[in-house]
């Protein structure tokens, strides 16, 4: 059964965890983060003024990776430190539709599920990817 949305405080940010299969594999989407390119963190940014946390995932997977996503579902709310400052980021399982080039001078990578839960940086985001990749196997039939 999918997570709920937190009902407790509102969400400041929202992202989401990416999914492409290829060579009947799915694989995962991080990008390097904005002030330091050797972290590598899942897609999100800040809701804005008269933005749902859905239209801000995709907008700023878009923003940040150049990726067109679809949401599947809504997978958690997780509340971070950033630089000091607390958040709470509303995460989403979407599609892969259609790709340009990265925004943001980002980089991007696809990996698999091992690959992934490797490279990520922050422990938080780590357990997103861990709910997404279980919610992956249960719905698509694929892991």
Known sequence: MPTTKS?????????????RVQDAAPQLL??????????????????????SPDETAVREIF??????ARIVEFLTTSRQMIRGVPQQIEYYLLEWLA???????????????????RKVTYDEQRA????????????????
């Open 7 to 19: 009902n407790n405080s509102p969400s400041t940010h929202a992202g989401g965890v990416v999914y």
């Open 30 to 51: 991080l990008v390097t983060a904005r002030l330091d390119k050797s972290v590598w963190v899942l897609p999100k940014g800040h809701i804005e003024r008269g933005e």
């Open 63 to 68: 923003e940040e990776a150049g990726v067109t």
């Open 99 to 117: 790709e340009e080039k990265a925004g943001e001078g980002r980089r991007i990578a696809w990996l698999p599920e091992d690959a992934v839960l």
């Open 128 to 143: 997103v990817l861990k709910q997404a990749c279980a919610r992956l196997a249960q719905t698509r039939g694929i892991s």
